[in-house]
């Protein structure tokens, strides 16, 4: 079946640095990719999207590069914060179908 | 804050009853999914509904069924609740076909199943 995995369980950066979380999907219909936080006892929080038209996409201080021909995606955040300390879950969709998540990403920033 | 909200937050049940869970979607969205969340896991689909009707199941058993109403809100009923349904239900609104959108989650369910 279809499957969204991340590369990376968890993550650990120095406050400034940049970070880049990693993602691959297994369904080359996959036609809208979403990233989302999720802080603990709350529900994802939506950062940001991309369509499969597209190979980039910038929002603040985060990117995401799609790369349809190896099925990746990555979400980079610039100087990171502790507040983005966080689990981060890409999600795949196609045509507004149901969502595909990875099992997500442990993002921890230290001061 | 994403304007959808779910009801209740936190929920205790006993293995057998059944629990029914609420979402109030974000204004102008018509679609609905419902995920569960197990600890330290990836949301995963139960079911969509899409104006009304059921749009797109997951693996889950018959047990687990839904409701959306004329305003886009829904409920997610579960039946002879067993041990292995606790989890954080999440509920997510979206604009729905032909394209695909942003889809907004609530804050989520913790139901706790005795």
């Known amino acids: 079946g279809e499957s969204v995995g991340l590369h990376l369980p968890t993550l650990s950066v120095q406050e400034g640095d940049n970070s880049i979380i990693n993602c691959a999907y297994s369904?080359?219909?996959?036609?809208?990719f979403i990233w989302y936080k999720q802080e603990s006892g709350k529900g994802p929080q939506f950062i940001i999207d991309i369509r499969s038209n597209m190979d980039k996409r910038q929002g603040q201080r985060v990117t995401v590069l799609l790369n349809k021909t190896v099925k990746h995606l990555s979400l980079q955040i610039a100087a990171t914060q502790p507040g983005d300390s966080a689990v981060y879950f890409c999600a795949a969709t196609n045509q507004g179908g149901k969502l595909i998540f990875g099992q997500g990403t442990e993002l921890s920033v230290k001061p | 804050e994403t304007g959808v909200t779910q009801s209740p937050t936190h929920l205790i049940k006993t293995r057998g009853q059944q629990v029914t869970l609420r979402c109030s979607s974000q204004?102008?969205?018509?679609?609905v999914s419902w995920y569960q969340q197990a600890l330290g896991q990836g949301p995963q689909f139960i079911f969509q509904?899409?104006?009304?009707?059921?749009?797109g199941r997951g693996n889950f058993p018959p047990r687990f069924s839904g409701l959306q109403f004329p305003n886009y809100s829904s409920e997610l009923n579960v039946n002879a609740l067993e041990l292995d349904d606790s989890a954080l239900y999440l509920c997510?609104?979206?604009?729905?076909?032909?394209?695909?959108?942003?889809?907004?989650f609530g804050q989520g369910t913790r139901l706790t199943v005795v």
């Open positions: 369904n080359s219909a996959s036609d809208y």
């Open positions: 509904y899409y104006r009304e009707e059921e749009n």
């Open positions: 997510a609104s979206s604009l729905g076909e032909p394209r695909s959108t942003e889809a907004f």
């Open positions: 204004s102008g969205h018509n679609t």
